[in-house]
């Protein structure tokens, strides 16, 4: 292993003594940093290259190194760093205490060199062990909710299952086609993936999860794998701010939404790449209510605008013809009503 490969133990020690022989039994195959205090330590652990690993010893000047633990733990820049108590206190309490505070070994001084090179090795691996399926998940959670991967990452799978009252958010481009036809496929790839990147954001700070994109559009749900305290005002305003974003970016393009809410039955299809889908008829709604929407607004059927008339201004486009469901009274939800 290269020098650059090695991992970094940060040893604190106030000895000079100890700080020595533990830097000898390491330095052929990690790199070290030393402190000898707890505020220093506290200080080189969230610097930007912050050690692999903390080898503490407990008795220090000032602050002694269960607090050093206990305020590494309660750092969120710090808190995964792995601590290794190396100390002269060998009571079973301090060893218990130690624990709690959250180390994940304990050695006693003096210590054996080889056990202690052997300790530290094992907790590097762990390590490079955690990274590694850390990165064999990203693609995962890139293309999946989180809930479903983390599901599959637990047991395999993503056990179907029917959810009610989901509201489904459907969005499409208006004349992406005609668009294509007269720009550049690399204009258009650039310019559609701006666009969905804007869309990602926006459903993410409303708390919905995108479930996928089809050509020009955009399908995300609220209610599904996370909880939402309203379904179908959150998937609503969030429809308002895509419309709205897509103006405020100047892509160049309307964007048209429906939102419906209902049941849904959600899983996991394909082997050689998952795609996880919803399906029922709240997603086919959502996506007619789409259809007939004007650029800038929500559309929703009569039925679904009762639910929340009191909350959004709304106009209603009358009784229109639905692909596969007949005609269907629609309401154009225009912007949140005014509060009193």
């Known amino acids: 292993m290269s020098v650059s490969d090695r991992k970094t133990i940060l040893i604190v020690d106030d000895t000079p003594t100890n700080i020595g022989i533990i830097s000898s039994v390491l330095k052929d195959s990690f790199r070290t940093k030393v402190a000898t205090n707890g505020e220093k330590a506290l200080v080189l652990a969230s610097a930007n290259d912050r050690p692999d ?5 407990i008795t220090m000047p000032g602050m002694d190194g269960y607090e050093v633990c206990r305020r590494l733990k309660a750092n969120p820049v710090t808190s995964s760093i792995p601590v290794i108590f190396l100390t002269a206190k060998t009571e079973d309490e301090d060893e218990r205490q130690g624990f709690d505070v959250g180390a994940v070994d304990y050695v006693h001084k003096p210590f054996s060199a080889p056990i202690m090179l052997a300790r530290v090795a094992l907790q590097a691996a762990l390590q490079r062990a955690r990274e590694a399926q850390k990165q064999a998940d990203e693609p995962l959670h890139c293309l ?6 983390e599901e599959i990452r637990n047991i395999g799978t993503v056990i179907p299952r029917r959810y009610n ?9 208006v004349n992406f086609t005609s668009y294509c036809d007269k720009h550049e496929p690399e204009e258009v ?7 969905f990147v804007a869309f990602e954001r926006v459903a993410a700070a409303h708390g919905l999860e995108k479930i996928k994109t089809i050509g020009d559009a955009f399908m995300a749900a609220a209610g599904l794998l996370k909880t939402a305290n309203d379904p179908l005002q959150t998937a609503v305003l969030c429809g308002l701010q895509m419309a709205a974003t897509s103006i405020d970016a100047q892509l160049g393009w309307a964007v048209r939404v429906g939102v419906h809410i209902g049941p849904v039955v959600a899983g996991i299809v394909g082997q050689e790449r998952y795609q996880f889908d ?5 997603v086919n709604i959502a996506a007619r209510m789409a259809s007939k929407a004007m650029p800038g607004a929500v559309a929703v059927t009569d039925e679904t605008w009762r639910q929340i008339k009191d909350r959004f201004e709304g106009e209603s486009l009358g009784d ?4 596969g469901k007949g005609i269907i009274r629609i309401v154009t939800v225009q912007a949140r009503a005014a509060q009193p």
């Open 144 to 149: 999946l909710p989180e809930a479903a991967a």
């Open 320 to 323: 229109l013809e639905v692909k």
């Open 278 to 282: 919803i399906w029922d008829d709240t």
């Open 165 to 173: 009252d989901v509201a489904v958010l459907f969005c499409d481009v």
């Open 53 to 57: 690993l903390i080898l503490l010893d």
């Open 189 to 195: 790839v650039s310019r559609l993936d701006a666009l």
